[in-house]
């Protein structure tokens, strides 16, 4: 039975930097991409991040490119994201996520595993 498990998260400031990291267990060969989506209230699931098994694949969403970094750590079965400059907007709740395949999509659909999620709250 493949876990995942989302730590970090919380209350922070506008402009400040967060950090999310994702453990996963369950799985024994370490092929498989992973990321981050989120999702506000009464909005759709969008990409935040993801990365294919190798880590030289990687998608960001628009709306944090150039202020979100993710990595993984096979060795220590973990995805991280890293956040910048954060905005009020970046407010939602945050699933770590994962799939079969190590190919990396943007989209939600194709990930079949999933994190109970983190709450992430930006103010202003």
């Known amino acids: 039975q493949v876990e995942l498990v989302e730590s970090g998260g919380g209350l922070v400031q506008a402009g400040s930097s967060l950090s999310l990291s994702c453990t996963s267990s369950?799985?024994?060969?370490?092929?498989?991409?992973m990321g981050w989506f989120r999702q506000a209230p009464g909005k759709e699931r969008e990409l935040v991040a993801v990365?294919?098994?190798?880590?030289?694949?990687?998608y960001y969403g628009d709306s944090v490119k150039g202020r979100a970094s993710i990595s993984r750590d096979d060795a220590k079965s973990t995805v991280s994201l890293q956040m910048n400059s954060l905005k009020p907007e970046d407010t939602a709740v945050y699933f770590c996520?994962?799939?079969?395949?190590?190919?990396?999509?943007?989209?939600?659909?194709?990930?079949?595993?999933w994190g109970r999620g983190t709450r992430v709250t930006v103010s202003s």
């Open positions: 996520a994962s799939r079969t395949g190590g190919t990396a999509y943007s989209s939600p659909d194709m990930y079949i595993y």
């Open positions: 369950g799985r024994t060969s370490k092929d498989y991409a």
């Open positions: 990365i294919d098994w190798s880590g030289d694949i990687i």
